[in-house]
């Protein structure tokens, strides 16, 4: 499935059953601080293809990977480790990222 948003295409999703709930719970969570972030997540989520338990997609990334993306209104490529909030991004590093990510 492929979505347009202001004249772009978005990339289809693919989440494993353990990712799906676990990104579910977060948009539950952020329901009442964040609503307008909540409520972002969850319409992503909606339109994912989830995977059933214990199957993970060969050719995706998933949450622990590492991955380069390219910011098209600040000019840059940004390398990153999709974590969830208050993970480490490597245990040397101790810190996490957390940014809105646009597809290359």
């Not at 295409?9 to 799906?20: E, Q, Y």
């Not at 199957?55 to 380069?68: F, I, L, N, T, W």
């Not at 390219?70 to 940004?78: E, I, L, S, Y």
Request: zero cysteines; aromatic letters at 2%.
């Amino acid at each position: 499935m492929t979505l347009r948003v202001a004249g772009r295409k978005k990339p289809g999703i693919t989440l494993s059953a353990t990712d799906h709930e676990r990104l579910s719970q977060l948009a539950e969570a952020a329901a009442n601080p964040m609503p307008d972030v909540a409520a972002e997540l969850s319409e992503e989520l909606d339109r994912a293809h989830v995977l059933p338990k214990g199957r993970h997609a060969v050719d995706a990334v998933s949450m622990g990977s590492e991955v380069e993306f390219r910011d098209d209104v600040a000019g840059r490529v940004q390398t990153v480790i999709l974590v969830y909030p208050n993970e480490p991004t490597s245990p040397k590093e101790g810190s996490r990222s957390s940014l809105p990510l646009e597809p290359p």
